[in-house]
């Protein structure tokens, strides 16, 4: 798992480098400025996957957030609220994915 740093978005411009979507998932940092760039550029659909820790207040785990990216689009995913970070580990929010193939992403701040 790959813990993606945010690169800041600018009037002039920001250069993404979209590095391969990691098999084990990847993780970035909770940010209300923060999105993710998920680019598929397979021919069947893929879902990303947002790690939803923590129960809610009756003690039920909270769902996970599932996103469909269709074939040949780009997704943005985000902003991650702090209360997406893990909880018990090191207070990322991690990120999974149905699969790879042809599939790159990264993080920026607006």
Do not use: E, W
Request: contains cysteine.
């Amino acid at each position: 798992m790959a813990t993606l740093a945010y690169r800041q978005a600018k009037i002039g411009g920001t250069n993404l480098v979209l590095p391969a979507a990691s098999v084990g998932g990847d993780k970035v940092s909770p940010s209300q400025h923060g999105v993710v760039l998920f680019r598929n550029g397979d021919a069947a659909s893929k879902t990303v996957t947002v790690a939803t820790p923590g129960v809610d207040k009756y003690g039920q785990a909270r769902p996970d957030i599932a996103i469909t990216v269709p074939a040949n689009t780009t997704a943005v995913i985000g902003p991650f609220p702090a209360d997406l970070g893990d909880t018990v580990g090191d207070g990322l929010v991690a990120l999974t994915y149905s699969a790879v193939t042809n599939c790159t992403v990264d993080a920026v701040s607006l």
